[in-house]
């Protein structure tokens, strides 16, 4: 008795509300339009030391404003059914897990239950703290199933996880107050789905990126305008939360840092699918001067990880100015960019 469904390498792991869908959409190429005509504009509280007590705010990429419940069962892609269910509603007891997720993985679906990985011995927390999180399952092999995701070491990696063990980590997961409190969501590509390359979406959401606008007022229809920082403006941001890692309770997270990163690695690839597509000719060096700035954020990066051994201010002193310094290439290239992409009339 086995099945595994299809996992890819996807191209943002930095949060996992990114890295799940992308690891299902990342096996098939199709997906690509979309995700090139999205996942340019970033987004963060003003105050982004605020994270260290609250794990929904978030350095992050801006896709759609703040959801109420009633729409958190909506798609990131059109290329991604999903399936917003109720946990107590499925699984009465803990004989009622394996046979449904099996029963899922079967007719193609990943699940993701919320669990406390207090359970989990691939976690971090495994019998240390209660941490109580979504994990995502994509296979089944006798009586263990198989996941994605973050494990001791850190890394992004399949795992397995042993029938009893599930069923002890989603039956005590306490979802009060957690921001999924249905805690079982269902996923599945759909390969019906048509996306064409959005060029004029990408020049729009470029231009607010590059102007520091605020994106969330595109959809008033669906939610209140987000304040907070957008585009450029998020570096001065995250330049505030680094230097806040010597004030109590020293806190470090590498995750705005990584998030960053790998913004500039989209942004360098989605310029290099733009040539191969005819919209930006290769003479002209976007894709090459992009992942430059991606490099020198790369760098950045890891000098943030060495001091988180060292604790050495001058480390943090020239991070903050080497962002600086990015940050007004990046705005000059954006510039160039933007001048290159003719405007496209709405009809």
Not at 314 to 340: M, N, T, Y
């Amino acid at each position: 008795m086995q099945k595994i469904l299809p996992i890819a390498v996807p191209p943002i792991i930095g949060y996992l509300h990114h890295a799940y869908p992308l690891s299902i959409l990342a096996n098939w190429t199709t997906y690509l339009p979309w995700f090139y005509s999205n996942y340019i504009q970033l987004y963060c509280p003003k105050n982004l030391i605020d994270s260290r007590q609250d794990r929904t705010v978030k350095f992050d990429f801006y896709l759609c404003p703040d959801q109420p419940i009633s729409f958190q069962s909506l798609s990131i892609s059109p290329y991604l059914k999903v399936r917003l269910l109720h946990r107590d509603l499925i699984f009465k007891s803990p004989t009622d897990i394996a046979p449904f997720i099996i029963a899922c993985i079967d007719e193609g679906y990943y699940v993701r239950p919320t669990v406390d990985e207090y359970f989990l011995h691939y976690s971090p927390a495994y019998k240390k703290r209660h941490f109580v999180h979504e994990i995502l399952i994509y296979g089944y092999d006798n009586q263990t199933f198989v996941g994605i995701g973050f494990d001791k070491k850190g890394d992004y990696a399949a795992y397995s996880i042993a029938f009893a063990e599930l069923n002890q980590a989603v039956m005590h997961a306490d979802l009060s107050g957690h921001y999924d409190p249905d805690g079982l969501r269902l996923f599945k590509y759909n390969p019906q789905a048509e996306y064409n390359f959005d060029i004029q979406l990408v020049r729009e959401h470029l231009e607010d990126f590059l102007y520091a606008k605020n994106t969330s007022q595109h959809f008033r229809m669906l939610a209140n305008p987000t304040d907070g920082a957008y585009g450029l403006a998020t570096y001065e941001c995250l330049k505030h939360y680094i230097k806040s890692f010597f004030v109590p309770p020293f806190s470090f997270d590498i995750r705005p840092a990584h998030i960053l990163w790998e913004h500039k690695k989209c942004m360098a690839d989605r310029l290099k699918y733009m040539e191969e597509q005819g919209y930006l000719k290769p003479e002209d060096g976007f894709f090459i001067q992009y992942d430059e700035v991606a490099r020198k954020i790369g760098v950045l990066r890891m000098m943030l990880l060495k001091f988180r051994k060292t604790r050495s201010r001058a480390l943090i002193h020239r991070v903050c100015l080497h962002l600086d310094a990015i940050a007004e290439v990046e705005k000059r290239l954006l510039q160039d960019l933007l001048k290159s992409l003719k405007p496209v009339c709405r009809e």
